[in-house]
């Protein structure tokens, strides 16, 4: 569960671009300049997708999306992850994406993200888990998003007891945590 808490910290560090609505009285420091001025409303500045989030509710800010989800990359998504690498891109892209709609309105973001983490992308990861027990295949795994590293690391661990368990190397297979959170709690 810490490993989950600090990749949230890490996923609302990353900078989004951000238009100032109002006069910034001494928020010249958020240039990253040494000096403490004023802002302009109409600014552009780059802030961390928490402080904008927060600014942005308060009518402060108005958050744009960042190129990598602009059309190119969200039409590059559908072709798979051997297309686009993610990772270099933005290492929680899935995670940032849903903020970033649910902040602007972007409906079609929303559903775009939605489709590639159920269409072909995931499932390729996942196959790949599956197929890779002998491989080197850290080369694969560095290309994708930090939501499709999680996946392919479940379906990888479920692959390996699989063996492990037709091997009769163990007594008894668990189900992996990812899966866990995904399932509905059972009653009684």
Known sequence: MADDSVHALLADEELVDCTL???????GHLLGDDKAGDLAKGAQLKLALWLAL??????????????????????????????VDLHSIAPYYYTVGHKLADATGEDSLRKELRAAISGDRFEKAFDWSQVSLDRDVSELR??????EQQLFDAGYRAARDVRAWKRRRTARLTTAAIYKRAAPERVG
């Open 21 to 27: 609505l109002i006069d910034g009285e001494g928020m």
């Open 142 to 147: 560095e290309t994708l998003a930090r939501e």
């Open 54 to 83: 927060v600014l942005a509710k308060k009518n402060m800010v108005r958050i744009s999306l960042p190129n990598r989800y602009g059309p190119s990359v969200r039409a590059d998504l559908e072709a798979g992850p051997t297309v």
